[in-house]
Nanobody, 122 residues
């Protein structure tokens, strides 16, 4: 079994930055793909970003528009989401996930973190 724990969320002003991290334990995830999703009340989980096991493929949701970047450290079993130029519309609970099928659907991912709140407000 894999446990994922997100960190780095919180309150930030519009235009600010946050760096989310997700640490995995329980299994080496060298050949797994990582992703981030987000969700607001009453809405479906939305794809934010993904990175392939080799870090050669990265994908982002259309709303990102160059503001976010994703990276991973296989030696430490961690993934990071750098979020810049944050907007109030980015307010959501952010989830990290891992799986063996790379893609934008939540169904591609097998293990999920508990989620972390990101609030963008002045």
């Amino acid at each position: 079994q894999v446990q994922l724990v997100e960190s780095g969320g919180g309150l930030v002003q519009p235009g600010g930055s946050l760096r989310l991290s997700c640490a995995a334990s329980g299994r080496t995830l060298y050949n797994y793909h990582w992703s981030w999703f987000r969700q607001t009340p009453g809405k479906e989980r939305e794809f934010v970003a993904s990175i392939s096991w080799s870090s050669t493929l990265r994908d982002f949701g259309a709303f990102v528009q160059g503001r976010f970047s994703i990276s991973r450290d296989n030696a430490k079993n961690t993934v990071h989401l750098q979020m810049d130029s944050l907007e109030p519309g980015d307010t959501a609970v952010y989830y990290c996930a891992v799986g063996q099928l790379l893609g934008t659907s939540p169904h591609n991912y097998d293990f999920w973190g508990q989620g972390i709140q990101v609030t963008v407000s002045s």
